[in-house]
């Protein structure tokens, strides 16, 4: 190992020694204490990646958060959302210049696992609560049609079910008066 001028074939270009930085170019300790580092390091870094497996927990999701929207609705019996509540969200996401398929939609009720931490792990921007109580998920008592920020660039949006909206007028005016304000 000692002789290195074959080098000379594979590096081409100057090779130059920048001042400050330590230039290493000794092989110190044998190949079993070596061996010996490597085995025992593996271990904890085997541990490691299994803790950091268990928690990124997955969160199941219908759509493809092209615009980095998630929507949250409480819908228990159903996989995602019923198809009334989703042809309603999908004229809201309409009014808003959206497509359906910009946003990404979960169940909470099959996603008993989500909490703050998880919902500003997730790659979205805004969020928009349908007929969740924020109590359970965030924490918190956010005013109802208020947008509010929940940290690192993230707002959320706190509404009635989609079928209660959809019924009654005057929360699809608070509803329109919000989204304008968060959207456009």
């Not at 000692?2 to 590096?11: A, E, P, R, T, V």
């Not at 792990?121 to 005013?143: H, Q, V």
């Not at 079928?163 to 968060?182: E, F, N, R, Y």
Request: aromatic share 8%; charged share 25%; hydrophobic share 40%.
């Amino acid at each position: 190992m000692g002789d290195n001028s074959f080098l000379k074939h594979f590096i081409t270009e100057p090779v130059f020694v920048i001042p400050g930085e330590e230039l290493v170019a000794s092989i110190t300790g044998s190949r079993e204490e070596k061996a010996e580092a490597i085995v025992e390091e593996a271990p904890a870094i085997y541990q490691s990646q299994e803790a950091t497996k268990k928690k990124a927990k997955e969160v199941t999701f219908k759509g493809s958060n092209k615009k980095q929207i998630l929507v949250i609705v409480d819908q228990p019996g159903e996989e995602f959302i019923n198809a009334a509540d989703e042809s309603f969200l999908s004229k809201i996401m309409g009014a808003i210049k959206l497509d359906i398929n910009d946003i990404a939609i979960i169940n909470f009720s099959n996603n008993s696992e989500l909490n703050k931490e998880l919902l500003l792990d997730f790659s979205a921007t805004r969020y928009l609560m349908f007929g969740i109580d924020d109590s359970k998920l965030l924490k918190g008592n956010f005013p109802p049609y208020q947008i509010m920020d929940i940290g690192n660039n993230k707002q959320v949006l706190i509404c009635s079910a989609l079928a209660t909206i959809a019924s009654d007028p005057s929360q699809k005016k608070l509803l329109w008066t919000a989204l304008q304000k968060m959207f456009l």
